[in-house]
DNA sequence: GTCTATAAGATGATAGAC
DNA sequence: GTCTATCATCTTATAGAC
């Protein structure tokens, strides 16, 4: 017996971590506070002591998403990474939750669901979504060749385009019932922009 | 009082409807047999008469809705529509759910929670991407150049990319809470396949 | 075919002991 | 912080009257 049997748990950040993984996989409205408990070991109950709501549960999991995914991203790009470095990881961002457990992007599944979900939820998934875009048309301003006079909405509209592609190539690869044709729609889109 | 106010009305098609739309707006797991009631105005315990489970009336949303959908596609292929005008109706056929009531296309939603889904719900869903991947590819294997000696495998990860696409701009449009953001990024894709 | 009545279980949530 | 106990409500589903 030494320090190293003294394990730490973090009870708030492991319900987060399982309401992330649950809702990824069966959505917001599939699973409840007993599922999350069973899993990470304690009682329904316990858990309105860390989030009073479903909701407050609902909104720290995409606030939690979001910005473990932008901070990815961000520290990627004050490295110095190429376009196509920064682009592949983006990519791969979307494709771990594919492989992980046939899950989808946390904020994908969200925004199918929006219409659906506490008001709180929705604006978080809208903050991913602009976030997203706005990083996309840095990484594309800085460093793809403008075509001749170019308009910033096309950039917008490229990064959209781009984020689409991924999002719907995580459910037809789920619709098809094969991960593997989310490797080959994102070779295809991703292609123009390799050096 | 003539025969035209007798009206004839086709419950189980109503429930059908009604479902559809929806698991289009809020997903399978967030709608109840008492909210279609409510909205057809009949009785919850009624639809069992119509459709046992749940389960049963997810499927027959989803094969009534893969039907119609395939049924529109082939419709329009026997008039001997162009290339263009075909894709033109493929994509409308995706934007009309988003400009009517902010809805997903059914088994992108579907797709989304495939992993929460009854089997036969799942395995209805699966049926809507093959069948909507093979009419893609033979309309491109008909009408688009082959580019020298493209091999069949191009096509299919063509049209699954093509549906992606679509899939995608229903969540980014819905993300970004801008319903135009479908048209600019439905309009930059399908650019290369217009006359 | 639709209703009322009812069941058995799940759900999000609260109160209060420890 | 976690527990037990409890709640009101919702959920899918069935039985039987009309």
Redesign the pocket.
């Given at each position: 017996m030494n320090e190293s049997d003294i394990v730490m748990?973090n009870?708030?950040a492991e319900l987060i971590k399982t309401a992330q993984d649950m809702i990824q996989k069966f959505g917001y409205n599939a699973?409840?506070?007993?599922?999350i408990?069973n899993e990470v070991?304690?009682?329904?109950?316990?858990i309105?002591?860390?989030?009073?709501?479903?909701?407050?549960?609902g909104e720290a999991v995409a606030a939690d998403y979001r910005k473990k995914f932008m901070g990815t991203l961000k520290e990627a790009d004050e490295q110095g990474k190429t376009t196509s470095e920064l682009l592949i990881l983006y990519v791969s961002l979307f494709k771990q939750a594919l492989i992980e457990d046939n899950k989808m992007c946390l904020c994908g599944m969200l925004s199918a669901e929006i219409s659906s979900l506490p008001k709180q939820i929705a604006a978080e998934t809208k903050l991913f979504f602009h976030e997203n875009q706005n990083w996309l048309v840095s990484v594309m301003l800085r460093h793809v060749k403008p075509s001749s006079s170019a308009p910033m909405t096309d950039f917008k509209t490229e990064a959209a385009l781009f984020v689409a592609s991924l999002e719907g190539a995580l459910i037809v690869a789920k619709g098809l019932g094969d991960v593997d044709v989310f490797n080959k729609i994102t070779e295809k889109f991703l292609s123009p922009y390799l050096d």
């Open positions: 748990r009870i708030k699973f409840s506070y007993r599922d408990a070991g304690i009682k329904s109950a316990s309105h002591y860390h989030f009073p709501s479903k909701a407050d549960l």
